[in-house]
């Protein structure tokens, strides 16, 4: 229980069923913007393009959850962030920082984040541009 001024606030745990709900609503929607994202990682995407997508689908998907409660927060908890090849992680390109184009057999790293009233879900995804079942990566990218 925390307190804050002359109202106790008692924190939400995992035991309520409806935190549950917003964590796995949170899920959902990042798994179903993720699968987008990854179809559109080919040769000669704009990685800011992408990034750019995927946060208007985050806001578009949980804008359509819990559309009753008009105080509840909800949207954009991680921001779309895609990192090439040597670029480790946490790349998302302002509009005046170079943008970069997808080439085959770059490796690419995709990592965002939704939230439904705080309760967060984080998805992260690694892939070869160009790699299939048919024509598998390999050298160090695999």
């Given at each position: 229980m ?14 309520e ?24 990682c ?5 990685v800011?393009e992408?990034c ?24 954009i ?14 790349f ?11 080439q ?6 995709v ?7 705080g ?19 390999t050298?160090?990218?695999?």
């Amino acid at each position: 229980m925390s307190v804050s001024g002359d109202e106790e606030q008692i924190e939400k745990t995992i035991a309520e069923d409806i935190v549950v709900t917003k964590y796995k609503m949170a899920a959902d929607i990042v798994n179903r913007v993720c699968k987008k994202i990854i179809e559109r990682c080919v040769a000669g995407a704009s990685v800011r393009e992408l990034c750019k997508t995927a946060d208007n689908e985050v806001l578009e998907e949980t804008s359509k959850v819990f559309k009753k409660e008009k105080d509840l927060k909800k949207g954009i908890a991680f921001p779309t962030c895609i990192s090439v090849n040597n670029c480790i992680c946490h790349f998302s390109p302002l509009n005046t920082d170079p943008d970069y184009i997808l080439q085959d057999d770059d490796l690419v790293k995709v990592d965002f984040g939704a939230h439904v009233d705080g309760f967060i879900a984080v998805v992260a995804h690694s892939l070869v541009v160009g790699a299939s079942k048919e024509k598998p990566s390999t050298g160090k990218k695999s």
